[in-house]
Structures are given as structure tokens and as C-alpha cells.
């Protein structure tokens, strides 16, 4: 071969070279699948089959909580031998989920919200885990709400970890600076929307920092607006002759987004952006920049993660009363396992499950792992003790980790406590049908009574109402 | 490269023999180098392309094919309440575009050709907004136009005692604060295209015409302008395009708002996809977008042609 072929073999062998890498890093990533398949330990029985679990339930790297996940890994595998742990930690995320479900990339176990495993399950990216949840005795725990979120056509497919209904955040700094704590240092929560606004408008005029947030972005504006909108008696789908109706074009609904433009426009509360999501919203908060928001007890500690606020400068009420109602949306936490994820792994996940504490069972092995992320979330200051709803129906399991709450309880009762008796408060699951789309649609109305002080909101509305009829339930019906 | 000279051995089927082994050998490594980008094309380019087209004739779960529907995915998004705002933010995009990035290029690329001290230092300070990443340029601009009296800019229009503006939530003025975002950034990378340009028109050209008399109009207008004609022409498709498909701009600055005032056809296809795991109708979105540009490229090209030929 003379000297220029030589030359010329180059980017052969770099072509070579790259795909044998490429297909590398794809053993690499089934390798957790075809270990599970092929290799058996000495027993030969299913249970002892050699497995390596991706666990996307994890923390980051510089999480304070690391030292107690990785109790956890070290608690799994020592009982467990024949499973190795990879912590691969995925916060799940719309941009990044579809791509990574797609091509196989998904962790054995990752956890979600329950406004996305209607379009998971849809898709085809989680596994049916009906025979393990049967198994572990899931099936029978569960709150059955809860439960029906994650079922489709009698098959489960998620683990509900915990639930969670609206209330409102109070920053306790800058209450306390607008003079509006009571004796106990607890913030006077507003009982109705109206007075919601008003204590709003007192923390804008003595401390010129904003009396609400309101998201308006990534869907979270509809999300949000339920709770407003059903208080005042709006209604968004109804069924009428087997068909499904888009209502939400209805005076109560208009009444509703009018308060929206209201706080705004009337009281001047919100934040000068108007483009907003979540996240702004613990930044926002987190930094005292603004003193009341919706919230659910799940994000307690992103503003004392992200943004060093104090554990007890937070407190949290029930949603407030509208004219005809006082209604809290329902929603929560869960765990799904990648649709790529074998039996072995899946129950793996469950054995995870089950040591961090997160089973149904009662034993105190099982209740070990909540009582170690609740002493490891007191050790570092995060906000302890408080919770939202239980996923689960026994009396039994719930007593036994109230009991543990209680004794983790590291900030004052009475900043919560309005929240978790939300007495009076009637708890609502998401609309049946394209609650994203839904929540999109509304998210533009927001938008545009938030940015246009002359926008309508009746004419918004009907426009809305009849898109949302034309582009998704005339097509479901 | 003598070697990718070599004529490909296309009738070596019918004769075969020692003489033809040997032609074949001796492009054996011309196409060891094409080898890689074919691959490449194929892998990255072509094959997602012609996926992408035919699954959007499909109702799909995930990324997967269920059935063939025809042109449904197509008749939803068209008829989607969204989509026609979101044509015309589109066009609206490209026009904007072409107002603010079409000539200040042109025109910065002839003045530092012009420049006969300290050259280099004005096509690094040109080129220089081209080397902030895009979301990081995109996010930095969203909070210089933060409105009220916090927002930077308004702070600073504040002190002349200009009331504060809204800005990007003005729906009016959203897309042409964007495009003025895109143009920062890109101005510089495509105003270096055309200096390259006008480094190659022969100088002799020019001191001819100064010999006769020519100003430096006189120049421009009968000189530069015809030697880079068809560089500008490339360039006008290749922004049309760039700009058409605009999607992480209005993702990271406005999420397409207020009331989807700065959706584009690629966000909306981004949204479907991503937010709504609808693949079918977000390769519409891209089907409807390939096709919009391939009917304007080939609409260029023969009226440049057609010019050309008078």
C-alpha cells in the first residue's frame, strides 16, 4: 500500500473508531438490561439474578441530603446483594423527558408529577408495574384518587409518593414588616380572594415589595387559576349527551380572570413581569421579594435550598373562599419506571422504595427510611414535619408516620397548621380532558389581561372557549 | 487530491479487468474521505428528514408510527386556533429580520473595508456578540428588558426621563425587540462573510475608477454592489431560513407571549412535541416549514435566474 492510501485509510478508521465507541456507550446503557437477563448468581432463582439499577430517584452531587441517599444505595445493596445501584439523578423535566424516553435513556426509576403520566402512559414510556404493586401490596394501600391517576385500562403505572392539595405562602419577613402578624407571630391569612388582594395591596404600600405572584408561563398560569376560578363557580368541561362541552366562557369564569386583571391593573400586587414561571416564583419569594403565593407543600424547601431563606419565615394556609366556593386543587408526586426497565429492575425500585420509606408496609423497617430524611432534613435546617396529603388509606401506616412527623417537627405549628386542617376547603382533581392544553389556552388569557390593561376578559374567554372546544374536545368527542 | 480527480468507475461492471481494479483502487481513497460525511449526511441529516416526513403522516405514540392517517396531522395544525397567529409572528420575524440584519452587515462590512488604520480591531469588535452563546445572549436581553422601573433599561431611559416601557410584553413590540436580539448577535459573523467577499474584488477595479473621477458612491454602487451580488444573494436565502425557523429566542425570552404574540412555527412544533408529546403534528409543523422554504428558495433562484439571463 503505498504512502497516500495510507493516508487516505484515516478517516476510515476514524469512522471505524467512532461507531465502535457509539455502540460502546450503547452497551454501556443496556448493560443494566442484559446483566439482568443473562446473569445469574449461584442460587439460580429469579430473586438472586444479578441486576444493576438505575435509580433516577436521586439528589444532586452537592445536595446536602447526598450522605442520606447514599445510606440508602449502600442500606440496598448490603440486603440485596445481587442488585448494584447506579445513581443516575434525573429531575424530570418536559424538555428533557422525551428525548431521553425515546432513546432509551431514561433511568429504571424516575419521579414525575401527576400532571404528566396521562401523556407518559399515553406515549408508551412507562412500564406496567400492575403485578409488582399487586405484589408489594400497593394496590390495597393507595388512596384510590390517587391510584386512578396512574391506572389505564386496569393496568398501573406509577407509584403515588405523596399528595398534595393548594394553599398560599406567606413570607413571614415581610408580613412581619407590613404589620401584619397576629400575636403569635403568625400572618394574618386572608379567608376570601378579596381580602387576599387587599393584604396583598398593604405588604405593596409599606414595604414596596410585591404582594403576589402569579405564574403565567409553562402552563402553570391555568394550573394555578383553577383554584380561583372553581372558588368563584366556574366550571371548565362538562358532559352533555355523552359529548364533551368546553364551559369556561360562563360569567363566574370571566369574574374570575377579571380578579386576575385586578390584582394587576386595581391593586398594582404583582410582580412588573408578567412572563413568570415557578421558578421566578421561589427566586421571587425565596429573596423576600414577594410575600404571598399559591404553593404545595412538596416545594417547602426550594427556597431554603436555592435561595438560604430561613425554614421559619415560611408559613402556609388553606386556599382562600371566592363568592360561591373554596376549592383547592389536587395534585402530587409519584414514581415511574422507564418502559425499557426490566422485571428484575422494576423490582429493584421497589426494594429502593421500600428503604427510603416510601412503602406501604408498617414495619419498623420500612418506616426507617422516613425517620432518616426527616432527622437528615431537621440536621440541615429544612423545613420538617409538615405535610400534605398521605398516599396512603391505612389507618395504621398514616398514625404511624404522623408519629414521626411529629417528633422531626422543627418549625412552628401554627405557620402550617391552617394548611394542613384546610377545614372548609373542597379538594379537586385536574379537568378529564387535555388539562395541559387547557392550562396552555388559559395561560395566554392571563397573559393578556396581565399585559393589556384594556383586554376584555368575557371577549378573552368566549375567544378561548370556543378554540379550546374547536382544537381538542370536538376532536375528542 | 489528484485521487478525487480520478473518474469514478461507473463502467467498470461491464469491463471488468486489471485496468479497471486498478482506476478503482486508485479512488478508493477519494471515497474513504467522502465516506465520512455521506455517513454523517445520512446519519444526522438526511435519514431524520425523511423520518420525520413520513411519520408525519401518521398518528403516532411517542415516536412511534400507529397508523396512517394522510394529511390529518397536517389539517389539525393548519386548523389549530394558534397556527395562524403563529404564520404570520413567522412572517413577521423574517420581515423584521430583513429590515434590521439585511443591510447594517452589508453596509458595516464595505465601512471597515473602507478603514485603512486598526482594521482587525473593528472586525473583532463586530464579530465579538457572535461569540456569546445564544441562550445566554437571549437571557441577558430578557432582564435588560425587565420591565418596570427595576428593568436595566428602563432604569437607564429613566435617568433621561423617558417613562418605563413594557417592552418585550408589548405585544407590538415583542418580535422586533427579539429580532434586534438575533440581529446583535448575528450581524457580526455574516458582516465577516461579506468582507471576505469584498477582499477578493480586484483593487485595480477600483483605482481605475478612481483614476476616472469615481467618489466613493460612485464606487460602492458600481463597483462593490455588482462583485458581491451573489454572495448577498446567498445570504438573503440563508437568513430567510436562519430566521424562519426562530425557536429559542422567543423559548427563553418570552415563551412565546404574551398571548402567544411571539409564537413561531418552531416553537409551536417544540411546544407539541415536548409539552404535549404529539410528534405527529409537531412534524407537521416541521413538513409545513421545509416546504414553505424549499417553495421560496427555488422562487429566488429562478428569478435570479431569469435576472440573470436578461
Known sequence: ?477 | MDAMQQPLPVRAGTEAGPFVWKKRLKSLSAWLFVVPSLVFFTVFHWQPLLSGLILSFYKTKGYKAVEFIGFRNYVDVITNSVFQQTFYNTILYVFWSLLFGFFIPIAIAIMINEVRRGQSFFKFSVYFPGMVPGIAAALLYASIFEPGSGGILNALIGKLGIAPSNWLQNSHLTIPLIVAVMTWRGFGSTAIIYLASLQGVNHELYEAAALDGAGIWKRIRHITIPQISSIVGILLILQIIGVFQVLYEPLTMTEGGPNNASMSLSLLGYQYAFRYFRIGESLAIGGITFVILMIVTIVYYRLNKAIASD
Not at chain 1, 446536602?64 to 447506579?86: D, S
Not at chain 1, 408529577?113 to 406515549?123: L, W
Not at chain 1, 380561583?228 to 374570575?256: L, R
Not at chain 1, 425500585?349 to 421500600?354: I, L, M, S
Open chain 1, 1 to 477: 500500500m503505498n504512502k497516500r492510501k495510507a493516508w487516505g485509510l484515516i478517516p476510515l478508521v476514524a469512522l471505524i473508531a467512532a461507531s465502535a465507541a457509539c455502540s460502546a456507550k450503547n452497551d454501556g446503557n443496556s448493560g443494566a438490561s442484559s446483566n439482568a437477563a443473562s446473569t445469574a448468581a449461584a442460587s439460580g432463582s429469579p430473586e438472586a439474578k444479578n441486576v444493576v439499577f438505575d435509580n433516577g430517584d436521586w439528589v444532586k452531587d452537592d445536595d446536602k441530603q447526598l450522605p442520606q441517599y447514599e445510606a440508602w444505595k449502600t442500606a440496598l445493596e448490603t440486603e440485596y446483594p445481587n442488585i448494584k445501584m447506579t445513581p443516575d439523578y434525573y429531575p424530570y423535566d418536559v424538555n428533557t423527558f422525551l428525548p431521553k424516553a425515546e432513546s432509551g435513556q431514561l433511568p429504571n426509576l424516575f419521579s414525575t408529577y401527576f400532571t404528566e403520566p396521562d401523556k407518559i402512559i399515553n406515549a408508551g414510556y412507562a412500564a406496567d408495574i400492575t403485578s409488582f404493586m399487586t405484589k408489594y401490596g400497593y394496590d390495597k394501600a393507595v388512596n384510590p384518587d390517587m391510584l386512578k391517576l396512574v391506572t389505564r385500562d386496569g393496568k398501573i403505572y406509577g407509584i403515588p409518593d405523596s399528595g398534595y392539595y393548594m394553599g398560599i405562602w406567606y413570607n413571614v419577613n415581610l408580613f412581619k414588616q407590613a404589620g401584619l402578624l397576629d400575636d403569635k407571630g403568625v400572618p394574618k391569612f386572608p379567608r376570601t380572594y378579596d381580602e387576599l388582594a387587599q393584604t396583598a395591596k398593604i405588604i405593596k404600600d409599606k414595604t414596596g415589595k410585591f404582594g403576589f405572584f402569579f405564574p403565567t408561563e409553562n402552563n402553570q398560569g391555568g394550573w394555578q387559576f383553577m383554584n380561583i376560578a372553581w372558588s368563584y363557580g366556574a366550571e371548565f368541561e362538562q358532559q352533555e349527551g355523552g359529548k364533551w362541552k368546553a364551559v369556561f366562557d360562563s360569567p363566574e369564569a370571566v369574574e374570575a380572570l377579571q380578579y386576575i386583571k385586578d390584582l394587576k391593573w386595581k391593586y398594582d400586587v404583582l410582580p412588573d413581569n408578567a412572563l413568570v414561571n415557578i421558578d421566578d416564583g421561589f427566586r421571587m419569594f425565596g429573596t423576600d421579594q414577594v410575600g404571598m403565593a399559591f404553593a404545595t407543600t412538596d416545594w417547602k424547601n426550594n427556597p431554603v435550598n436555592d435561595y438560604k431563606m430561613s425554614k421559619d419565615a415560611i408559613a402556609m394556609s388553606a386556599v382562600p373562599a371566592g363568592p360561591k366556593a373554596r376549592v383547592a386543587l389536587f395534585g402530587g408526586n409519584l414514581r415511574m419506571f422507564a418502559n425499557n426497565a426490566s422485571p428484575e429492575q422494576i423490582d429493584a425500585g421497589f426494594k429502593w422504595t421500600k428503604i427510603i420509606g416510601k412503602s406501604p408496609d408498617v414495619d419498623p423497617d420500612s418506616l426507617k427510611g422516613l425517620e432518616d430524611k426527616l432527622a437528615s432534613d431537621q440536621s440541615q435546617n429544612r423545613v420538617t414535619g409538615v405535610h400534605g396529603l398521605s398516599p396512603w388509606v391505612n389507618k395504621e401506616k398514616t398514625d404511624a408516620e404522623n408519629a414521626i412527623y411529629d417528633k422531626y417537627r422543627n418549625v412552628n405549628l401554627d405557620l402550617w397548621n391552617d394548611y394542613m386542617k384546610n377545614e372548609g376547603v373542597t379538594i379537586k382533581p385536574e379537568v378529564p380532558m387535555n388539562a395541559q392544553e387547557l392550562y396552555k389556552q388559559l395561560d395566554s388569557v392571563i397573559q393578556a389581561v396581565l399585559t393589556d390593561k384594556n383586554a376584555d376578559p368575557k371577549t378573552l374567554l368566549d375567544k378561548a372557549t370556543a378554540d379550546f372546544q374547536k382544537d381538542y374536545l370536538d376532536k375528542a368527542n
